[in-house]
């Protein structure tokens, strides 16, 4: 069974910094590009982040609004995608979701709240 | 980018109705890389149909999708209770380019 759980969300003042994970099972993690969505409260989702595959040397892609702050890595000893997010501002409240992608996400984890606010 | 307007942006139906929702890309999008998602409240997005018209695993054979180009829809032939959910659409025309739809909540009467 494919599993996903992201964790290290909170409250964190802006112009902070703030590490989640997402611990996966099930599947081999060096096979599948794996992405970070995100969405902010009562709002659409936003995709921001992806890790490629061994195949494509794990090379990342951001989008625009991310681009500079964030950084998305893997631990490939222990299935773990991160993300560190650097100098955040309340715009970046949502919930994260990491997810295996490319193209569709067939697969999601339950989600982690980041809260940017003095 | 190629941005994607969903409407309406909420929708009533009676259990037994006929419903559609569709999706407009402001870009044309391949009929491969169009897919939709199912969110309930409180819950992550769930897969629900790939590539405009393959259903996911586990998604009943009431829901249906179609489309091409700039113009996609979601069909559902005989509403239920359970369908009860936001539906996003998704497009992905290569990094950095995935972009969502601003979603079509479904209320059951």
């Known amino acids: 069974e494919v599993k996903l759980v992201e964790s290290g969300g909170g409250l964190v003042q802006p112009g902070g910094s703030l590490r989640l994970s997402c611990a996966t099972s099930?599947?081999?993690?060096?096979?599948?590009?794996m992405e970070w969505v995100r969405q902010p409260p009562g709002k659409r989702l936003e995709w921001i982040a992806a890790?490629?595959?061994?195949?494509?040397?794990?090379?990342?892609e951001y989008s625009a609004s991310v681009k500079g702050r964030f950084i998305v890595s893997r631990d490939t000893s222990q299935s773990i995608l991160y993300l560190q997010m650097n100098a955040l501002r309340a715009e970046d409240t949502a919930i994260y979701y990491c997810?295996?992608?490319?193209?569709?996400?067939?697969?999601w984890g339950q989600g982690t709240l980041v809260t940017v606010s003095a | 980018e190629n941005v994607l307007t969903q409407s309406p942006a909420i929708m009533s139906a009676s259990p037994g109705e006929k419903v559609t929702m569709t999706c407009r890309a402001s870009?044309?999008?391949?009929?491969?890389?169009l897919h939709w998602y199912q969110q309930k409240s409180g819950a992550s997005p769930k897969l629900w149909i790939y590539?405009?018209?393959n259903l996911a695993s586990g998604v009943p054979a009431r829901f249906s999708g179609s489309g091409s180009g700039t113009s996609y829809s979601l069909t559902i032939s005989s509403v239920e209770a359970e369908d009860a959910a936001t539906y996003y659409c998704?497009?992905?025309?290569?990094?950095?380019?995935?972009?969502f739809g601003g979603g079509t909540k479904l209320e059951i009467k």
């Open positions: 997810a295996r992608g490319p193209s569709w996400f067939a697969y």
């Open positions: 099930g599947f081999t993690f060096s096979d599948f590009y």
């Open positions: 890790s490629r595959n061994k195949a494509n040397d794990y090379t990342t």
């Open positions: 870009s044309s999008v391949s009929s491969s890389y």
């Open positions: 590539s405009t018209s």
């Open positions: 998704q497009q992905y025309s290569g990094y950095p380019l995935y972009t």
